[in-house]
């Protein structure tokens, strides 16, 4: 089993920047991608950002630009960088690995909220 907790979520102004973490802990072999979800109302759960062990990434359209993903494989940990932050991006982020033999776990979610 490997256990995820995020932080970093808040309230921020639009334009602001938020950094978001998520530590894996318990049976870790290898994390093969680590990345992150969000949900905002009503709508589906969908990619923002994810990153291999050997450091390729995948980014959402709409947060090219903005957000930056990265991981520190020796404390399996992985980052979001978020700047210049917008309305829209308000929802619940929810952290994601896919552990060596793929099972996918996910974290219980912080909640990122960007309003004036």
């Known amino acids: 089993q490997v256990q995820l907790v995020e932080s970093g979520g808040g309230l921020v102004q639009p334009g602001g920047s938020l950094r978001l973490s998520c530590a894996a802990s318990?049976?870790?072999?290898?994390?093969?991608?680590m990345g992150w979800y969000r949900q905002a109302p009503g709508k589906q759960r969908e990619l923002v950002a994810k990153i291999t062990t050997g450091g390729s990434t995948n980014y959402a359209g709409s947060v090219k630009g903005r957000f930056t993903i990265s991981r520190d494989n020796a404390k399996n940990t992985v980052f979001l960088q978020m700047n210049n932050l917008k309305p829209e991006d308000t929802a619940v982020y929810y952290c994601?690995?896919?552990?060596?033999?793929?099972?996918?776990?996910w974290g219980e979610g912080t909640l990122v909220t960007v309003s004036s």
């Open positions: 318990g049976s870790i072999f290898w994390l093969n991608v």
């Open positions: 994601n690995v896919v552990a060596g033999d793929g099972i996918n776990y």
